[in-house]
């Protein structure tokens, strides 16, 4: 949808099953956070006598999305009609076997008439109209019918899908995800929202790393439960987000500073550990490896989140990008970076299994849902110095990786600029 297009939208929920909750929104509620979270300007929710709707819309004449309300949405049912929205006509969301999806955009002419057809009392999400009719294909997890209890516990099935991420690593998927989609399904009950959730991870970190920083191993111990435990909340506050919904600039910004505030803190808390467990007092190798890593920590952190936002256009550091290229675009004189995808390294001879799984999973050690549960390890084993070592190198590492790809999206940017040409920011 281009940007200077203003978009109305209106949830038809005078049904009673516009009532139901599934996974802790009404189907009126869902279907009036899918309108606005496709970009609708203003939402109508129609509940009532429909007269209303011809003063609502009275003298605009952008394009309008209607939604029934009678059924489960999620985004991915009008997100296409968004991306194929006609200057003149009907598109129609449509199920895998040519179904009515239950909504549809009309613009021009067509949203005059579907607004006359839903004043009149239309309750179907197709109307007759002189123009042009496209179905659109709706995507995954988009819709599910809600009339009976077997229905609203297959469409509460459906959305639980989404509580596994494309971008979930090993460690996710099969230690952190089992668990905490257990508890997301029960807090989606409640009134907690993922933000919540966040400030209640920064809280944890606080309290692990104050545990930490002694020379009690007992404590260390209590701090790495306290900071393993934290990683599940930490995964809960994604999935309430994108169950009800309610994902925001501001939120994935604050679960990354915690995130990132988290990393540094846990490693400066167990080094400060070694260093009255292990050393002695005044400067130690412990308190230059809290140095070391903090620096190294931080300017990863900053190379990590300048590439995603200067390059990627993103707050979430899963979507770094190790290579960029410049393309085009319809402003003359203007380009863009758009990431490369890394492609996986392939062995010129077959792997035996147990080495290609090795392999596969080594990527993953270097990611701070590895890294929890291999601190907790370590302090049961009270090798807190290997888990300090660990970390710092890591960081060491991490610069020296980063450094080089910062490095080169800084000259390509500066190539852009000697070349006359101006560069677009990802989110223009």
Same mark, same amino acid.
């Given at each position: ?38 970009? +609708? ?71 005059? +008439? ?12 197709? %109307? ?19 009339g009976t209890p077997e229905e609203r516990a ?21 230690? %952190? ?20 959730l966040s400030a209640t991870v920064g809280v ?25 435990l934290s990683g599940y909340i930490d995964c ?78 993103? +707050? ?53 849902? %590895? ?7 370590? +302090? ?49």
């Amino acid at each position: 949808m281009p940007v200077a297009l203003q978009l109305d939208a209106i949830v038809l929920a005078d049904d009673p099953l516009a009532k139901v909750k599934i996974a802790g929104l009404t189907a009126r509620e869902r279907a009036t956070r899918v309108a606005t979270r496709i970009g +609708a300007s203003r939402v109508l929710v129609v509940d009532g006598p429909r007269d209303q709707v011809s003063a609502w819309r009275a003298g605009r004449t952008n394009p309008v999305l209607v939604i029934r309300a009678d059924q489960l949405v999620h985004t991915p049912l009008v997100a296409p009609l968004v991306a194929a929205i006609p200057l003149e006509g009907v598109a129609i969301a449509v199920g895998p076997d040519g179904e009515d999806g239950g909504a549809y955009i009309a613009a021009g002419s067509a949203a005059r +008439a579907a607004i006359a057809a839903i004043a009149a009392g239309e309750n179907a999400a197709t %109307f007759a109209v002189a123009a042009e009719t496209t179905k659109v294909p709706h995507g995954e997890i988009a819709r599910h019918a809600i009339g009976t209890p077997e229905e609203r516990a297959a469409a509460q099935r459906l959305l639980y899908r989404i509580l596994i991420k494309p971008q979930d690593n090993a460690i996710s998927r099969f230690i %952190f995800r089992p668990l905490s989609s257990r508890l997301t399904k029960l807090l989606v009950h409640t009134p907690v929202t993922a933000n919540m959730l966040s400030a209640t991870v920064g809280v944890m970190i606080a309290i692990a790393c104050v545990l930490t920083a002694t020379a009690d191993m007992r404590l260390v111990i209590a701090g790495a439960a306290v900071q393993a435990l934290s990683g599940y909340i930490d995964c809960c506050d994604g999935e309430i987000a994108r169950l009800k919904l309610l994902s925001s600039r501001f939120g994935a910004w604050l679960d990354t500073l915690v995130d990132e505030s988290s990393t540094l803190a846990y490693m400066a808390a167990i080094g400060w550990h070694c260093h009255l467990y292990w050393g002695h007092p005044g400067w130690d190798i412990w308190t230059v490896g809290i140095i070391v890593g903090l620096a190294t920590y931080g300017w990863s952190i900053y190379c990590i989140y300048y590439n995603i936002i200067v390059g990627v256009g993103s +707050a979430n550091s899963q979507d770094y990008a190790t290579k960029f290229e410049v393309v085009p675009t319809e402003q003359p004189d203007a380009v863009r970076l758009r990431p490369i995808p890394t492609k996986p390294l392939t062995p010129a001879r077959p792997l035996p299994p147990w080495l290609d799984a090795i392999v596969a999973f080594l990527p993953n050690i270097v990611r701070r849902d %590895f890294i929890v549960w291999c601190a907790l390890l370590f +302090a049961v084993l009270h090798v807190t110095h290997v888990s300090f070592i660990i970390q710092v190198t890591g960081g060491v590492v991490s610069a020296l990786v980063v450094t080089k790809d910062h490095v080169h999206l800084r000259l390509l940017r500066r190539s852009v600029v000697r070349a006359g040409q101006r560069l677009l920011s990802p989110s223009t």
